[in-house]
């Protein structure tokens, strides 16, 4: 079976509507539109493609397509597609495979980033990183795709400061994409981060489950559907560290019971983990979430490895909500 999902907006990340057959000045034309101000125009066949195109852009600008400048004042994105069954369609050559184009007046902080051409080699990211100028790769990232997986490649070690910096750096690069309504880089970077937690890749995305924590908390709402697939992660016990720390700062923003279903009984089981991080961790998600289940006084005075000030210390577990 081909892969599928359900269709987004490939500006803001909304889930979207299937595309009408709609009379138009321009004639009948398959098209819907996107709360976020997008147009997308369905080719159903995949073999006119060129007129689906002028289409979208008449509709955008329907005083002329020659006001239209596609990468200037318009961008154009597109995606393989099929009506019958309103999916996006992930596998070459699929039988009914047509395309959705949407178009979309470029955003003043687009305009911008293209206008001032932020370009960055990854010796000068380190730097930017090593330094936490934040400001500075919020704006550098819109223009390098190739942020993300500078980021997730520095994330891997746990005990060196970097890990802890890229992790951070990755909340606001997402902040920027959001802010610019780029949400498809965001959900194809969270796709690769949930494979690099599977068998297939040999499960090497220790800090994985962070990451994709620090996108979602950019904007809880326009990946509400992954939370749950996040805490679902926690199964793997090569994870679960790092899915109860991504789950405690997203309760900085949102109250997780909305999304998730969390049994006393499992945090009772964790606060008996071996592992005095796992215990000290539960324990706060106990307090971030109001749960009744008792805290030892052994737990609360358990260390906890948290990152300040350029180094990654040990604090007692009373004290470490302040830092996650």
């Given at each position: 079976m081909p892969k599928r999902e359900l269709p987004t907006c490939l500006f803001c990340g909304r889930i979207i509507d299937p595309p009408e057959d709609t009379n138009t000045n321009f004639g009948e034309i398959m098209y819907g539109k996107c709360q976020c101000g997008a147009i997308y125009v369905c080719e159903p066949t995949g073999h006119n493609q060129g007129e689906a195109l002028v289409n979208a852009m008449m509709l955008a600008s329907p005083e002329g397509i020659e006001n239209i400048e596609l990468g200037v004042n318009y961008e154009l994105r597109d995606k393989a597609y099929d009506c019958r069954t309103h999916q996006y369609v992930y596998l070459k050559n699929q039988l009914f495979?047509?395309?959705l184009f949407f178009i979309k007046p470029v955003?003043?902080?687009i305009k911008r980033a293209i206008k001032e051409k932020l370009k960055i080699s990854k010796k000068d990211f380190l730097c930017l990183l090593e330094e936490e100028s934040f400001e500075q790769i919020e704006k550098v990232s819109l223009n390098n795709l190739n942020v993300f997986g500078w980021l997730i490649s520095l994330s891997y070690d746990k005990e060196n400061p970097m890990s802890w910096k890229a992790i951070m750096a990755m909340g606001h690069v997402a902040k920027?994409?959001?802010e610019a309504e780029e949400i498809e880089p965001l959900r194809n970077t969270i796709r690769k981060l949930l494979w690099s937690m599977t068998d297939e890749s040999g499960g090497i995305g220790w800090r994985a489950a962070e990451l994709i924590g620090e996108i979602i908390?950019?904007?809880p709402s326009l990946f509400k559907d992954i939370i749950p697939i996040l805490w679902s992660q926690r199964e793997e016990e090569s994870f679960l560290e790092s899915v109860l720390r991504s789950m405690i700062k997203l309760s900085n923003k949102?109250?997780?019971?909305?999304?998730?279903?969390i049994e006393e009984t499992e945090l009772k089981n964790l606060l008996n983990h071996e592992n005095d991080e796992i215990k000290a961790l539960t324990a706060i998600l106990i307090f971030k979430t109001k749960?009744?289940?008792?805290?030892?006084?052994?737990?609360?005075?358990?260390?906890?490895s948290v990152y300040s000030k350029g180094n990654v210390i040990k604090v007692k577990t009373s004290?470490?909500?302040k830092y996650l």
């Amino acid at each position: 079976m081909p892969k599928r999902e359900l269709p987004t907006c490939l500006f803001c990340g909304r889930i979207i509507d299937p595309p009408e057959d709609t009379n138009t000045n321009f004639g009948e034309i398959m098209y819907g539109k996107c709360q976020c101000g997008a147009i997308y125009v369905c080719e159903p066949t995949g073999h006119n493609q060129g007129e689906a195109l002028v289409n979208a852009m008449m509709l955008a600008s329907p005083e002329g397509i020659e006001n239209i400048e596609l990468g200037v004042n318009y961008e154009l994105r597109d995606k393989a597609y099929d009506c019958r069954t309103h999916q996006y369609v992930y596998l070459k050559n699929q039988l009914f495979s047509g395309r959705l184009f949407f178009i979309k007046p470029v955003t003043e902080i687009i305009k911008r980033a293209i206008k001032e051409k932020l370009k960055i080699s990854k010796k000068d990211f380190l730097c930017l990183l090593e330094e936490e100028s934040f400001e500075q790769i919020e704006k550098v990232s819109l223009n390098n795709l190739n942020v993300f997986g500078w980021l997730i490649s520095l994330s891997y070690d746990k005990e060196n400061p970097m890990s802890w910096k890229a992790i951070m750096a990755m909340g606001h690069v997402a902040k920027a994409y959001v802010e610019a309504e780029e949400i498809e880089p965001l959900r194809n970077t969270i796709r690769k981060l949930l494979w690099s937690m599977t068998d297939e890749s040999g499960g090497i995305g220790w800090r994985a489950a962070e990451l994709i924590g620090e996108i979602i908390y950019a904007k809880p709402s326009l990946f509400k559907d992954i939370i749950p697939i996040l805490w679902s992660q926690r199964e793997e016990e090569s994870f679960l560290e790092s899915v109860l720390r991504s789950m405690i700062k997203l309760s900085n923003k949102i109250n997780l019971l909305d999304y998730i279903e969390i049994e006393e009984t499992e945090l009772k089981n964790l606060l008996n983990h071996e592992n005095d991080e796992i215990k000290a961790l539960t324990a706060i998600l106990i307090f971030k979430t109001k749960s009744k289940v008792p805290v030892s006084e052994d737990i609360k005075n358990t260390l906890l490895s948290v990152y300040s000030k350029g180094n990654v210390i040990k604090v007692k577990t009373s004290k470490a909500e302040k830092y996650l």
